[in-house]
């Protein structure tokens, strides 16, 4: 079995063949999008191998299914030739979804920080907006990872590090900066998460 020199260009010419079925641009487009992603990866990361930022991308199958199912009733024929272990996502959510959950329950608890019934929804929504991020498929699972970790488990344990620790009312102004540190991080992550996602 002969293999190729260029991983990359059979990765792409897999991913040409699974997505045949959709329109010629938005198959271009596609590809494109893949080609410039794994070249932006292996320029900030380029201690990872080739291997791995093409296994980070997922199965060629799994991503031209997910394009023809985004296609939706433009794409003649079947939606996808996904094969087993190779779902075709439908309804899937807006990758802003995820992002303003993550971020403005947290801004609502900081307004209103004595109630219990808005401490308990900011947790809720922030859970649930850690869950809609880690099944989007607008992300890499690394880039998932990192996402939750910043916008969800940092967050919380300085949280609940700060309640442990400030056993008196802290002041207004050390709450504040408190806050709007978090708030800085929360921010920062979303905006980092809204500039690298996936069409």
Same mark, same amino acid.
């Given at each position: 079995?002969?293999?190729?020199?260029?991983?990359?260009?059979?990765?792409?010419?897999?991913?040409?063949?699974?997505?045949?079925?959709?329109?010629?641009?938005?198959?271009?487009?596609?590809?494109?999008?893949?080609?410039?992603?794994?070249?932006?990866?292996?320029?900030?990361?380029?201690?990872? #191998?080739? &291997?791995? %930022? !093409? =296994?980070?991308?997922?199965?060629?199958?799994? $991503?031209?299914?997910?394009? @023809?199912?985004? *296609?939706?009733?433009?794409?003649?024929?079947?939606?996808?030739?996904?094969?087993?272990?190779?779902?075709?996502?439908?309804?899937?959510?807006?990758?802003?979804?995820?992002?303003?959950?993550?971020?403005?329950?947290?801004?609502?608890?900081?307004?209103?920080?004595?109630?219990?019934?808005?401490?308990?929804?900011?947790?809720?929504?922030?859970?649930?907006?850690?869950?809609?991020?880690?099944?989007?498929?607008?992300?890499?699972?690394?880039?998932? #990872?990192? &996402?939750? %970790? !910043? =916008?969800?488990?940092?967050?919380?344990?300085? $949280?609940?590090?700060?309640? @442990?620790?400030? *056993?008196?009312?802290?002041?207004?102004?050390?709450?504040?900066?408190?806050?709007?540190?978090?708030?800085?991080?929360?921010?920062?992550?979303?905006?980092?998460?809204?500039?690298?996602?996936?069409?």
């Amino acid at each position: 079995m002969k293999t190729s020199a260029d991983p990359v260009r059979d990765y792409l010419c897999a991913v040409e063949r699974e997505a045949s079925a959709l329109p010629a641009d938005r198959r271009r487009e596609l590809l494109a999008d893949l080609s410039e992603h794994i070249e932006v990866t292996r320029a900030e990361r380029p201690h990872v #191998t080739i &291997g791995e %930022v !093409l =296994a980070e991308l997922g199965d060629p199958r799994t $991503i031209a299914a997910t394009a @023809l199912a985004e *296609a939706g009733d433009g794409v003649a024929g079947p939606p996808a030739r996904s094969g087993a272990g190779a779902p075709v996502r439908r309804g899937k959510v807006h990758p802003l979804v995820p992002l303003l959950m993550l971020t403005v329950p947290f801004l609502v608890a900081a307004v209103l920080p004595y109630s219990a019934v808005t401490g308990f929804l900011s947790t809720l929504f922030r859970v649930i907006g850690a869950v809609l991020l880690c099944t989007s498929v607008h992300w890499t699972p690394a880039q998932k #990872t990192t &996402g939750v %970790v !910043l =916008a969800a488990v940092l967050p919380t344990l300085a $949280i609940g590090i700060w309640k @442990l620790l400030v *056993a008196a009312p802290a002041s207004d102004t050390a709450a504040n900066l408190a806050n709007l540190a978090t708030f800085v991080l929360l921010a920062g992550t979303t905006a980092w998460l809204w500039r690298i996602r996936r069409a």
